[in-house]
């Protein structure tokens, strides 16, 4: 009993139960209306009858009637039963989906209705949603009892089986066919015996032929038809071959010629004829058809028959030469009056053809050749030749670009394989809409050329990610070819996965997997390697009409990140030249000229900088880019020291009062400004304010008039500016920096009293502002000048407070010991010596620098300021270089020599002696000079170098004899 009878007796059964069921409880149901029970009973009749049809009218009409009837979920399954029976497959889908979403989780028709869902998309060859379903079926009757959901279970998963067999997943199919072998007695034969051939050539598939021989050789043989024993012989044969065992597979073939059954003895008699021909057998190949001479004598059309299949096989292998001989052979015995099909001759000629032939003319005269042999394939009995005839003219469709023929022809195939739905993919494919072409193959994924063309248009359509899954699924059955391999770059490029996309470029021989590569590279910031592959592509592709521009754009981005500026430059403009009669996307063009602009810039090559942003300015397109092209200009102009031509550049755009002419307005004050032509710069600040008086640019005008006064330290004029900014902006923008600067130029005009004023009122009005510690610095200061030192002493010990690392980096800690001091009524001479050379410019000038000495001899009296004393000692004699400095030099060094001394490093302090020594000779201070030679000589004494003493002591005999330090240096040597 096979599958569908017994489902159809378990349903019988249930339909009796149920009928029985309704005769025990009718008196009982007064609310059930006597038609609906009769409707539902005929319609449970018709179902046990097998009268499909009529269930299936029946059960709508019971449906529109009582669609709240407690018969309708059973109502439902007939109806859903019936329309898988006769291949409804649309509509049962529907009917179980509505089923599905009405019952419950755990009802128990759920295992059915998956099951018969699966059924409904196998007819479909909707494979995934199909085995989905027989999963989602099999999973909740596994193990179950019932003897319904037993069977459900056991079909389930023979289908489930099937789907993956036709898909070529022989791993998954290995498991269910393994069931469905080890069980067969739960299996009708027909069943059985498929899911046993298909184990076995799945085995092979998985290169697991010894499974395929131990299977076979434990059939027996007087339990199985003839013609199915021989032909899993067939398969076991090729599991030998899968093994390299060819010896036995050619015994095995031998053994199905020797059955004379005329379809399996064509097919072995290839299958030994070949492994004859590749020599993997002792047999010369003539030998194969003398095995049976009488049985090639009597049936010269199995010869024919063979010779096609023959042919066909190498086709297959894409062995045309050797295939078109074979198909001559069997045309051969036709034209002697064999009989054979010629349909086929003619169908695989063809398809050679197409395969080999590249001129469009010959393939026009085969194309035509072609459609005159319809009456041939009329008259052919070969499987599915009539498709086979359509799905070639689909082909020469393809290949010829005549699209408006495909759908037409595409219609005419009553079964669609791979081939052909990728050939009506194709018309899609080409018109770019990659939704319908998606839609076309959606079914033939199992194909690796379908999946090829999904995933092109997922990266086409904008979902790399999807497009990257499948190209791995495809690289993982070694299925990507050169094209395919480009575009799982691009997906993973597109999916920022650089490293991995890098590496697949390396594998593409189209040179745009070096672009590609070049771009992954961009990305992962190796510039150099970038370069490279840019250069590599520039070289392999630039003739082709498919180049792609951007290469010289990306081959200069890496030279400017390489720091190669002059090269950068050249590739910049080389991009731009190329652009300009290509369709290149503008925002490259912008950044090339901003990248050259800056190239040239890098180089010190204003004039190409210039004219680079000249070119910035002609190609933008928008406003905004054109006002930043100009500003960039007109920088670079007045940069190169051509202000002239940089206010030349700004002046044509300040003429209305929009927010660009205010600000041009102001670069152009900056100009002037740099210049040092500050009524110009003020003058064209005063543009803005007259053109815009209430506008933000007025504002930073009206304060930056002052600020242009203050850096060129005119603080009277700066001091007025920043008043009227004060005066007019109250709370304005600038108006905390305004009163800082302005108390800052009454300080440094000597108008104290004035400053400490505005500083207070700046202290109560901000509270933690980036002035504050200058403003607190400039009220020391001047309550230090004003020889307020109490007020001067509170605002250091503020400024040490709030802003302490500041404070420390100034030195506002020994401010606060000197101030305490003046406080105290001590050390004024030092203080006022320490804020003369502060004024004086510190080290920086020569005023400060002698200024400077006299506090250097200050520091020296006070002990604990004698280490700042020696620090100030050495910064200024870093810096009396000058003949006129060399005496303070002299003084000063001696001062350090001295220090040395007292800290026991005489050797050092000698060293130092002699450096006054001869500051103060060269001065013509003789008595000093001699004096440091004496201290040089016991300092070089007191180091035990009594040669280096003995020396410096002749010296001074000899440059100063007269001197008491002459007389008194023999003292020292011993002499």
Known sequence: MNSSSRIMKKNKLIITSVLLLNLGVSLNAQSVAASETTLYNEINSAYATGFLPGVIDKSSNFERKYPESAYITEVRMQKARALTGVGMCDSAQETLLLLLNSLGEDAPQIPECYYLLGRAYFEK?????????FYLAAKKTKGSESAANQEIYNQSVLYAGRINFFQDDFKEACHQFEYVVSNGNKYSSADFNEALQKLIIAYNGLNQGKKSVELFNSLPKNNFDPQFYYTTAVYAAQGYENINNYQKAYDLYCEVIDAQIESLSVIAL???????????VPVNPGEVFSRNTALFENQPELVCDFWIRLGIDEFDAKNYETSLDYLANAEKLIKDGVKGDMALICLYRTKIALEIVSDPKILVLEKKAFEGEFEIFKKSSAENIMDSY??????????????????KIYANIAKPDSKSAYYSASYYYNR????QTQKCLEEYLYDPACKKMYASCSLKSGNPQKAAELYKELEADKALD??????????????????????????????????VGGLDLINLRKWNEARGKFNAYISAASSSKDFIVLAFFYKAYAEYNLGEFKNAYASFVRFNSEADSK???????????????KSALQNGDFKNASTQAENLVRISQTKEDRQQAVLLSAQIYADSGNANKAVEVLTPYTDDKSDFALTALFEIAKIYEKQGNLSLAESNLEKIIAKSPRSQAAEDATFHEGEIYYSQKNYS????????????????????????FCADC?????????????????????????????????????????????????????????FPAQAADDGIGKRVQELKRLVSGTDKTLAFKQNEYEKAGKASTKKGRKAGSELVKLYMRIAEMQEEGIKLAKEITALQTADDEKELFAQNTSVIAEYYRRKGDNKLSAETYLEAAAAYRTSGNSENAAESLYSAAEAFAAAKLMGDARETANTLKELYPQSHYAESVNRITGN
Not at 432 to 435: G, L, Q
Not at 775 to 780: F, G, P
Not at 784 to 789: A, G, L, P, R
């Open 125 to 133: 060859r909707a494979y995934k949603n199909s085995l989905s379903s």
């Open 270 to 280: 290839k299958r030994a004829y070949l492994l004859a021909d590749q020599k993997k």
């Open 390 to 407: 359509y799905s070639t003219l689909l082909h020469f469709a393809v290949v010829l670009e005549n699209w408006d023929e495909v759908q």
């Open 432 to 435: 770019k809409d990659y939704a």
């Open 482 to 515: 050169d094209k395919s391999t480009l575009e799982y770059a691009k997906a993973l490029f597109m999916t920022k996965n650089f490293s991995s996309s890098y590496e697949k470029t390396l594998l593409v021989k189209n040179p745009e997997g070096l672009y």
């Open 583 to 597: 369709s290149v996307e503008i925002k490259y063009v912008r950044q090339s000229y901003d990248f050259a602009v």
């Open 717 to 740: 004029t700066a001091e007025n500016r920043f008043n009227q900014y004060i005066y007019k902006y109250a709370d304005g923008k600038y108006t905390d920096a305004a009163l800082f």
């Open 746 to 802: 009454n300080y440094r005009l000597g108008a104290y009293e004035k400053a400490i004023m505005l500083c207070q009122v700046f202290i109560r009005k901000y509270e933690n502002n980036i002035y504050s510690y200058g403003v607190y610095t400039t009220l020391l200061n001047a309550f230090y000048d004003e020889q307020d030192f109490e007020n001067a002493l509170e605002t250091a010990q503020t400024l040490v407070s709030k």
